[in-house]
Structure formats: structure tokens, C-alpha cells
């Protein structure tokens, strides 16, 4: 056993003194921090990820925050303000409730969309709003059975209305950006063009809600067009939560895969050019068989018919690329065979298992460790490839089905870099530590240079 | 052993791999090819309906009973054609034999070009798109990856030397299909050099030659993407067969011997290790098929890959698993082929040792 543990220490060795290995293994325990880390803090939100209502007060597609020092006028986070509801009228069947906000706006383009969040103890019945402008002009919105937080776009009629009388026609396609604009612009008929009246906004809004109702709390968003370090996707979700999210499922899947694979392999493949003669061929056969299998495809196909949770993808993509493994184990092993050392202990009568775990295992451990970390990168790989193909096990956050849903939203078309950019990068980076040290291992294994 | 027993020898054990490979897909997609053929079978027996009352009604009776007497026929017919109500041994044989002569049965909703719903029919129209790309990336990355590759070991502690492993990490650790999309978002829409999708431009020219260059101008981008994740690893290869080749005996023989450096390296080198590059080849181009279906589906090239994204949207199960099984038959046949290659390129086997 003392062979095992030098040669191990010795691998570890030559990690560990290579300077790239140390910047991997120190990148690989951040890793790991940042996921433990992500589970504790963000335990709830990963359970609301899907849930478009929890993402109604953050701004839609939204660039990264550092964004603003390059042009301040324009890029800008999300203003919010407090307001103290007031009750006008109350009755027997009804209460009327207005809440006052007052704000001074004077960036140079409107905010992207504007929400509404008012939280109370029943259901509002209607609600309806003034909006002044700084120079008096008014517009109304006005809704019945609104939810909690309403934005722009659930007052587009009120707002189209509006649009058409002042520059004659409704746009095409009406997006949220596109009604905040007539919010913030100069009537007429340039209230489109972008141009933004600077000073004080009032927006006074009157809810019609049943008896005894309280206000719990209530907000006015004016959502900026930059949020967090990685800025947001369409339905507001922080890209940087959900890449922070994501990477524990990416190392989990990596490792699993990984080791359930090479430990096969290996030892499937260390058997067979142990014994050679006829189990070495049927064993080769079979490795024959599984190399003959395309992995995506095949991976796709049971993907699609079983929808699997993380660890059955796991068990399919070990069992889909274990065959690598056992063709290099194989023929180590067969070097090792004609070994002298293996010849005594076949003169000797020591049984064939003691002299495969004495002279065999612990020589195909490194190759066993250099593999391990070379799958890693290669599971992770392929499970954000089907994640991409929307094809993720259900209920994961994965950085692939992030860019499944920049791709189904056309983000290249709109230059929604960030979108695309990060949750690639994070691929990867997360992959890197793994090659550099696998491919460290391999090079001493191997010689080299 | 002589070329041609190796050869028997090569084709049984191949024929039976096929029959193993294919084997576990259908025991893995067991349930599932049931219900995809019973649908084809309704389908089928919808269809045939319609062209007889059509018929029948120009001949003015129609005698309903008849007619579903007639379609309850034809339905068993297709039954015991596909075999459903065999025992499963019986089943077994029955849809391993469509399998493998290309009778995947017809599409739910996915059509050829051509008005086909024959899942076969709908293959062979994408797969060329996907031959045509991928070959020519393959292609592109070998010539590079050799090259690169043998400058690297040759010249031992380079610039060459160094750059193999660095863009041996690229390839390991970067998604294809993720730098393709990048590149759309920064090449083609942002600055507007590249095309950013499809495979020719919108409508296709008429003139050939026209033809042929607004399809190469529609590739550039996707062979970019590509090359730069796939040549580190052809590279990397090539570089660790030559060094462990360099090792041998008779490469220090033909060093004593005085030979130039680079005669030793192509004729002695390359020589042994071709056999070893040719399997790296035909896994290469094999391979590209089936790893590059996300590729496609960011540049929105109508291939295989495509096609499967558009079968897994609309839910159109029996194209996936024919495009499964035509993938497995061509790595197959790469893996044959190379096996081939490799007896032809082997002295060993020639002189019947």
C-alpha cells in the first residue's frame, strides 16, 4: 500500500509545485466556497427561479450595474419611493385609499418600465392612477382586480389610448420601455422620440378596496436599464443569482459523472488487461459497442424520453462515456502484465485479486485521478449542452438553460450581451482548474515534456 | 493472418457491434418506439380512410361499414407488419429489422422538403447540410491540428511547444455552440461582417457558382466557432503520438544513422504513427455529426442537429430517434473504415504475420 501513497503524494506533489496547478486547485476550493455559499443565501429564491410573478419588481433585461460609470446619464439603477397611503372615503361597502408619490426625475432617458406595488390585506377591486408631468400635462391608467405589482404593460390600453391621441397611431410592437417613454416625454407628436422632461413627477394613485382593508406596504419602482454584476434576463431574474445558482448543479453533475465513470472504466478496463485471453476480449467487445454510441444524440434521446433528475443524467452520461476510460486503463494494464514483478507473484500462488490490488490499482490510480479531473469539464460540458437544448433535468438552474432562454429570446438579435456572455464564461471558467490540473497529472503520467 | 481474413474478421465483429449498439437503444427507448408506432399505425390507417371515401364518394355509394371493415384490415395489416401483437422476442427481431433498413416510420408534424412525413425521407434531405459543414470543419482542423501539432513537437520548448496545451485547455473547456453565439452577437449583428445564420442567403441564388459562395460566405462563421474550440485537441494529439513515437528505438537507430531531422520526422515518424492519426480522423469527422448538433442550432443551419432542436420543440419523437440511429450507423461506419485503413496501413498484416 505504501507504492498507492507515494504515488499519490507524489502526484500531488507535482500539483501542487506547478504554479498553474496551485492557481487550479485554489480555484476549484472557490468554487466550492461560492456553492455552498449560493445554497445558504439564495435557498429561497432558487425555489422561486421560475416563478415570473417573484421577478415583477426587478427591470427587464437589464445590463450590469458597472455599466453606469461609462455613460451615467443614460445607464442607471432602479429608483424606488415610499409614499404614506392616506384613506379619503370609507363605507359600509367600500374604502377609497390614495397613495401620493412625488419625484424628481432628470436622467436622460425614461426609466424602462414603471411598476406599481401595492400590498394590502384583500384584494384591491380597482385601482387608478394620475400621472402629472412636470410641465402639468396628466395622463390616466386605470385597472380592475389588479395583483400585487402592476407594471407598465398592464395599463397598455389606457396607455395606447393615450399614445394614439397624441401622435395619431399605436406603434407595432409595444413593449414596456416603449410606454414608459410616453410617461416621460413631451406631448405631442414627438412623445416617442426619447426626449425626457426633466423635474418634479407626480403620481397620485386611488385603489378602491373592500371595508377594513389595510395598505401592508407599497412601493413605486422606476426600473433603471442596469441591475446587479451580470445584469438581468427578459422576466428580471439577476443573472448573477442565477450563475451563482447554477454552479453547484454544474460541479455536482461534473463530479458525479466524473467519478462514477473513471472508477468504472478503470476498473473495468484495469480487469480486462489484467486477465487478457478471452474475458479481454468479450470486455473489449463490449467497449467496442459503447464507443459506437454517439453521446449526444443518445443523451438526448434518454433525456427526452425520461426526463431524469440530476443523478440518473448523471448515471446515463457515466455509462454512456465509461468506455474512454476502460480503453486506456486496458492497455496500461497490459504493459503492467508483462511486468517481472506480476511473473513472481504468479510463481508464488498469490491469488490473482491480492496481485490486482497490490501491482495493478495503485498504478492506474493516477491515471485514475487525471481522468477524474479531465471529466469534470466534460460532464459539466454536455450537461449544460442539453440544458441548452432545453432539455436540463426539471426544476435545475443551469447556466445552459439561461442561454437556452437568451437564444429563444433572440438576445444576440437585440445585443443583450451580458445575457450570452457570463453564463458562457462561467462554463468556461469552472471548467479551466480542472483541465490544468488533469492535464498536469497526464504529462507526468505520460512524460512529456 | 492475411488482409482478407483480417477483413472477414473486421466485418462479423462490426455486424454484431451494430447489432449490440442498436439493441440498447431500443431497449432504452423500449416503451416509447410501442406508442411512436401505434401513432404512425393510426395515422396511417387515418389516412388510407380518407383515400378510399375520396374514391368512394366520386362512385357515388358509400357504404360505411364496408369502408371500416376495409380500415380495420389495413390496420392489422400495418400491426403485424410492425409487429405489435408479437411476443416481444418476435417484436424485437421485426423492429430491429425496420431499424436497420431505414423504416423509422412517419413524423407527427415535421415534414421533408419534399411533402414527405417519412421519417427516413426527412433525414436524408438535412443530413447533407450537416455532412457538408462538419466535413469541411473536420478537414480544416486536421490540416491545422497536423501542422501545429508536429511544429510543436519538433520544436521543443517554442512558441509552438507552448501554444499546443494552451489551446488544448480551450478546447476542453469551451462549448461550441456558446462561442457561435458570441460571435453572431459580436460579428454579425454588431458589426455586421458575417451573415448570422442560415445556409445561404434569403432568396438562394440561381447562378451555381453564386450558389456555392453565398453557402461558403453563411459557413465562415460556424467553421470560426468550430476550428478555434476543436484544433488544440487534434493538436494536442498529434503532438503526444509523435513524441511517444520519437521515443522508439528505431528513430534513434535512424538518428545514428545521420538522417535529417525532418527526413526521420515524415518518413520514419509520421509512418508509424499514421495508423494511430488515421483512427483519430475517422473519430474526428464521426464525431463532428453528433457533437455538432447544438453548433447548428445557434447559426440556424438546417442540418441534423437543427432538425433535432426542431423535433424536441414540437415534440416529434420519432425524428429524434431516427436521427439517433443514422447517427450511431455513421460513427459505425467511421470506425469500420478506420479499421480498414488501418490493416491497409499496418505491414504487419500484409506480409501475413
Given at each position: 500500500m505504501?507504492?498507492?501513497?507515494?504515488?499519490?503524494?507524489l502526484?500531488?506533489?507535482?500539483i501542487?509545485?506547478?504554479?498553474?496547478?496551485?492557481?487550479?486547485v485554489?480555484?476549484?476550493?472557490?468554487?466550492?466556497?461560492?456553492?455552498?455559499?449560493?445554497?445558504?443565501?439564495?435557498?429561497?429564491?432558487?425555489?422561486?427561479?421560475n416563478?415570473?410573478?417573484?421577478?415583477?419588481?426587478?427591470?427587464?433585461v437589464?445590463?450590469?450595474?458597472?455599466?453606469?460609470?461609462?455613460?451615467?446619464?443614460?445607464?442607471?439603477?432602479t429608483?424606488?419611493?415610499?409614499?404614506?397611503?392616506?384613506?379619503l372615503?370609507?363605507s359600509s361597502?367600500?374604502?377609497?385609499?390614495?397613495?401620493d408619490?412625488?419625484?424628481k426625475?432628470?436622467?436622460?432617458?425614461?426609466?424602462?418600465?414603471?411598476v406599481?406595488?401595492?400590498?394590502?390585506?384583500?384584494?384591491?377591486e380597482?385601482?387608478?392612477?394620475?400621472?402629472?408631468?412636470p410641465?402639468?400635462?396628466?395622463?390616466?391608467?386605470?385597472?380592475?382586480?389588479p395583483?400585487?405589482?402592476?407594471?407598465?404593460l398592464?395599463?397598455?390600453?389606457?396607455?395606447?389610448?393615450?399614445?394614439?391621441s397624441?401622435?395619431?397611431?399605436?406603434?407595432?410592437?409595444?413593449?414596456a420601455?416603449?410606454?414608459?417613454?410616453?410617461?416621460?416625454?413631451?406631448?405631442g407628436?414627438?412623445l416617442?422620440?426619447?426626449?425626457?422632461?426633466?423635474?418634479?413627477?407626480?403620481?397620485k394613485?386611488?385603489?378602491v378596496?373592500?371595508?377594513h382593508?389595510?395598505?401592508v406596504a407599497?412601493?413605486?419602482?422606476?426600473?433603471?436599464?442596469?441591475?446587479?454584476?451580470?445584469?438581468?434576463?427578459?422576466?428580471?431574474r439577476?443573472?448573477?443569482i442565477?450563475?451563482?445558482?447554477?454552479?453547484?448543479?454544474?460541479?455536482?453533475?461534473g463530479?458525479?459523472?466524473?467519478?462514477?465513470?473513471?472508477i468504472?472504466?478503470?476498473?473495468?478496463?484495469g480487469?480486462?488487461?489484467?486477465?487478457?485471453?478471452?474475458?479481454?476480449s468479450?470486455?473489449?467487445?463490449?467497449?467496442?459497442?459503447?464507443l459506437?454510441?454517439?453521446i449526444?444524440?443518445?443523451?438526448?434521446?434518454?433525456?427526452?424520453?425520461?426526463?431524469?433528475t440530476?443523478?440518473m443524467?448523471?448515471l446515463?452520461?457515466?455509462?454512456?462515456?465509461?468506455?474512454?476510460?476502460?480503453?486506456?486503463a486496458r492497455s496500461?494494464?497490459?504493459?503492467?502484465?508483462k511486468?517481472?514483478?506480476?511473473?513472481?507473484?504468479?510463481?508464488?500462488?498469490?491469488?490473482?485479486?491480492?496481485t490486482?490490488?497490490?501491482?495493478?490499482?495503485?498504478?492506474?490510480?493516477?491515471?485514475?485521478?487525471?481522468?477524474t479531473?479531465?471529466?469534470?469539464?466534460?460532464?459539466?460540458?454536455?450537461?449544460?449542452t442539453?440544458a441548452?437544448?432545453?432539455?436540463?433535468p426539471?426544476?435545475?438552474?443551469?447556466?445552459?438553460?439561461?442561454?437556452?432562454?437568451?437564444?429563444q429570446?433572440?438576445?444576440?438579435v437585440?445585443?443583450?450581451?451580458?445575457?450570452?456572455?457570463?453564463p458562457?464564461?462561467?462554463?468556461?471558467?469552472v471548467?479551466?482548474?480542472?483541465?490544468?490540473?488533469?492535464?498536469?497529472?497526464?504529462?507526468?503520467?505520460?512524460?512529456?515534456r | 493472418?492475411?488482409?482478407k481474413?483480417?477483413?472477414?474478421?473486421?466485418?462479423?465483429?462490426?455486424?454484431?457491434v451494430?447489432?449490440?449498439a442498436?439493441?440498447?437503444?431500443y431497449?432504452?427507448?423500449?416503451?416509447?418506439?410501442q406508442?411512436?408506432?401505434r401513432?404512425?399505425?393510426?395515422?396511417e390507417?387515418?389516412?388510407?380512410?380518407?383515400?378510399?371515401l375520396?374514391?368512394?364518394s366520386g362512385?357515388?355509394?358509400?357504404?360505411?361499414?364496408?369502408?371500416?371493415l376495409?380500415?380495420?384490415?389495413?390496420?392489422a395489416q400495418?400491426?403485424?407488419?410492425?409487429g405489435?401483437?408479437r411476443?416481444?422476442?418476435?417484436?424485437?427481431?421485426?423492429?430491429?429489422?425496420?431499424?436497420?433498413?431505414?423504416?423509422?416510420?412517419?413524423?407527427?408534424y415535421?415534414?421533408?422538403?419534399?411533402?414527405?412525413?417519412?421519417?427516413s425521407a426527412?433525414?436524408?434531405?438535412y443530413l447533407?447540410?450537416?455532412?457538408?459543414l462538419?466535413?469541411t470543419?473536420?478537414?480544416?482542423?486536421?490540416?491545422?491540428?497536423?501542422i501545429?501539432?508536429?511544429?510543436?513537437?519538433r520544436y521543443?520548448?517554442?512558441?509552438?511547444?507552448?501554444?499546443?496545451?494552451t489551446?488544448?485547455v480551450i478546447h476542453?473547456?469551451?462549448?461550441?455552440?456558446?462561442?457561435?453565439?458570441?460571435?453572431?452577437?459580436?460579428?454579425?449583428?454588431?458589426i455586421?461582417?458575417?451573415?448570422?445564420?442560415?445556409?445561404?442567403?434569403?432568396p438562394?441564388?440561381?447562378?451555381?457558382?453564386?450558389?456555392?459562395?453565398?453557402?461558403?460566405?453563411h459557413?465562415?462563421?460556424?467553421l470560426?466557432?468550430f476550428?478555434i474550440?476543436?484544433v488544440?485537441?487534434?493538436a494536442?494529439?498529434?503532438r503526444?503520438?509523435?513524441?511517444?513515437?520519437?521515443?522508439?528505438?528505431?528513430?534513434?537507430?535512424?538518428?545514428?544513422?545521420?538522417?535529417s531531422?525532418s527526413?526521420?520526422?515524415?518518413?520514419?515518424?509520421?509512418k508509424?504513427a499514421?495508423?494511430?492519426?488515421?483512427?483519430?480522423?475517422?473519430?474526428?469527422?464521426?464525431?463532428?455529426?453528433a457533437g455538432?448538433?447544438?453548433?447548428?442550432?445557434?447559426f440556424?443551419?438546417?442540418?441534423?442537429?437543427?432538425?433535432?432542436?426542431v423535433?424536441?420543440?414540437?415534440?416529434?419523437?420519432p425524428?429524434?430517434l431516427?436521427?439517433?440511429f443514422?447517427?450511431?450507423?455513421?460513427?459505425?461506419?467511421?470506425?469500420?473504415?478506420?479499421?480498414?485503413?488501418?490493416?491497409?496501413?499496418?505491414?504487419?498484416?500484409?506480409?501475413?504475420?
Amino acid at each position: 500500500m505504501s507504492s498507492a501513497e507515494t504515488g499519490i503524494k507524489l502526484y500531488l506533489n507535482t500539483i501542487l509545485k506547478n504554479k498553474s496547478g496551485i492557481i487550479g486547485v485554489a480555484m476549484i476550493i472557490l468554487f466550492i466556497a461560492l456553492s455552498i455559499y449560493g445554497m445558504a443565501a439564495y435557498k429561497n429564491v432558487a425555489s422561486e427561479w421560475n416563478n415570473a410573478n417573484y421577478w415583477r419588481t426587478y427591470p427587464k433585461v437589464a445590463m450590469p450595474a458597472w455599466m453606469i460609470y461609462f455613460n451615467p446619464n443614460k445607464i442607471f439603477s432602479t429608483k424606488t419611493f415610499i409614499s404614506q397611503p392616506k384613506t379619503l372615503y370609507s363605507s359600509s361597502s367600500y374604502e377609497v385609499v390614495q397613495v401620493d408619490y412625488k419625484f424628481k426625475w432628470n436622467k436622460g432617458s425614461a426609466p424602462s418600465d414603471v411598476v406599481f406595488y401595492v400590498d394590502t390585506s384583500s384584494p384591491i377591486e380597482t385601482i387608478n392612477i394620475v400621472w402629472k408631468k412636470p410641465d402639468g400635462a396628466q395622463v390616466t391608467l386605470s385597472q380592475s382586480s389588479p395583483s400585487k405589482a402592476t407594471d407598465l404593460l398592464s395599463y397598455t390600453s389606457s396607455l395606447d389610448s393615450y399614445i394614439s391621441s397624441q401622435i395619431g397611431y399605436v406603434p407595432p410592437r409595444v413593449v414596456a420601455s416603449t410606454l414608459s417613454k410616453a410617461l416621460f416625454g413631451y406631448e405631442g407628436k414627438g412623445l416617442l422620440n426619447g426626449t425626457v422632461e426633466k423635474g418634479t413627477y407626480e403620481a397620485k394613485i386611488t385603489l378602491v378596496v373592500p371595508p377594513h382593508t389595510k395598505v401592508v406596504a407599497n412601493k413605486l419602482y422606476l426600473e433603471g436599464n442596469a441591475y446587479g454584476i451580470f445584469g438581468t434576463d427578459i422576466y428580471g431574474r439577476p443573472l448573477d443569482i442565477g450563475i451563482l445558482l447554477g454552479l453547484p448543479n454544474a460541479l455536482e453533475i461534473g463530479f458525479l459523472t466524473s467519478i462514477i465513470s473513471v472508477i468504472g472504466g478503470v476498473i473495468i478496463g484495469g480487469i480486462s488487461g489484467y486477465l487478457g485471453g478471452k474475458t479481454d476480449s468479450a470486455i473489449n467487445w463490449v467497449t467496442l459497442v459503447m464507443l459506437s454510441l454517439p453521446i449526444l444524440p443518445f443523451l438526448v434521446v434518454m433525456s427526452y424520453v425520461m426526463r431524469p433528475t440530476l443523478l440518473m443524467e448523471a448515471l446515463f452520461i457515466s455509462f454512456l462515456v465509461w468506455s474512454f476510460y476502460a480503453i486506456i486503463a486496458r492497455s496500461s494494464a497490459q504493459s503492467i502484465r508483462k511486468e517481472v514483478y506480476v511473473e513472481a507473484d504468479k510463481v508464488l500462488g498469490i491469488p490473482s485479486y491480492r496481485t490486482f490490488f497490490t501491482h495493478f490499482m495503485p498504478r492506474l490510480t493516477p491515471f485514475a485521478i487525471a481522468y477524474t479531473a479531465l471529466g469534470v469539464p466534460a460532464g459539466i460540458i454536455l450537461v449544460e449542452t442539453l440544458a441548452f437544448l432545453g432539455l436540463a433535468p426539471p426544476g435545475l438552474i443551469t447556466w445552459g438553460a439561461i442561454l437556452n432562454g437568451a437564444e429563444q429570446n433572440f438576445a444576440a438579435v437585440n445585443g443583450w450581451w451580458w445575457w450570452i456572455l457570463f453564463p458562457g464564461l462561467m462554463i468556461i471558467l469552472v471548467s479551466i482548474p480542472f483541465v490544468i490540473i488533469g492535464f498536469s497529472i497526464e504529462r507526468g503520467i505520460f512524460g512529456g515534456r | 493472418m492475411g488482409y482478407k481474413t483480417y477483413l472477414a474478421k473486421q466485418v462479423i465483429i462490426y455486424i454484431t457491434v451494430l447489432i449490440a449498439a442498436m439493441s440498447i437503444l431500443y431497449v432504452f427507448t423500449y416503451p416509447v418506439i410501442q406508442t411512436v408506432l401505434r401513432k404512425t399505425i393510426q395515422n396511417e390507417a387515418l389516412h388510407f380512410k380518407q383515400a378510399i371515401l375520396k374514391h368512394a364518394s366520386g362512385h357515388g355509394t358509400i357504404n360505411m361499414t364496408k369502408i371500416n371493415l376495409e380500415v380495420h384490415r389495413y390496420e392489422a395489416q400495418l400491426i403485424s407488419s410492425y409487429g405489435l401483437n408479437r411476443p416481444i422476442y418476435a417484436k424485437y427481431f421485426i423492429q430491429m429489422y425496420n431499424l436497420m433498413t431505414f423504416h423509422f416510420g412517419n413524423a407527427y408534424y415535421l415534414t421533408a422538403p419534399s411533402g414527405s412525413r417519412k421519417v427516413s425521407a426527412i433525414i436524408a434531405a438535412y443530413l447533407p447540410y450537416t455532412i457538408i459543414l462538419f466535413t469541411t470543419g473536420t478537414l480544416i482542423v486536421i490540416f491545422a491540428g497536423t501542422i501545429i501539432g508536429l511544429l510543436s513537437a519538433r520544436y521543443a520548448g517554442t512558441f509552438w511547444d507552448k501554444l499546443v496545451p494552451t489551446i488544448a485547455v480551450i478546447h476542453s473547456s469551451l462549448p461550441t455552440w456558446w462561442l457561435g453565439f458570441l460571435f453572431i452577437a459580436a460579428l454579425a449583428y454588431g458589426i455586421h461582417a458575417f451573415p448570422p445564420g442560415g445556409i445561404t442567403s434569403v432568396p438562394p441564388p440561381k447562378n451555381p457558382l453564386m450558389y456555392s459562395a453565398s453557402m461558403l460566405y453563411h459557413m465562415a462563421l460556424p467553421l470560426l466557432a468550430f476550428t478555434i474550440v476543436n484544433v488544440g485537441g487534434f493538436a494536442y494529439i498529434i503532438r503526444s503520438l509523435v513524441i511517444s513515437t520519437t521515443k522508439e528505438d528505431f528513430v534513434v537507430t535512424a538518428k545514428a544513422r545521420g538522417l535529417s531531422d525532418s527526413r526521420i520526422l515524415y518518413r520514419h515518424i509520421l509512418k508509424t504513427a499514421s495508423p494511430a492519426i488515421s483512427t483519430q480522423v475517422a473519430l474526428a469527422i464521426a464525431g463532428s455529426f453528433a457533437g455538432g448538433l447544438t453548433t447548428e442550432i445557434v447559426f440556424n443551419w438546417h442540418g441534423l442537429g437543427w432538425l433535432t432542436y426542431v423535433a424536441i420543440l414540437s415534440n416529434d419523437l420519432p425524428v429524434i430517434l431516427g436521427i439517433t440511429f443514422v447517427l450511431t450507423i455513421i460513427l459505425l461506419l467511421a470506425l469500420f473504415i478506420d479499421e480498414l485503413v488501418k490493416g491497409y496501413l499496418d505491414p504487419r498484416l500484409k506480409v501475413g504475420e
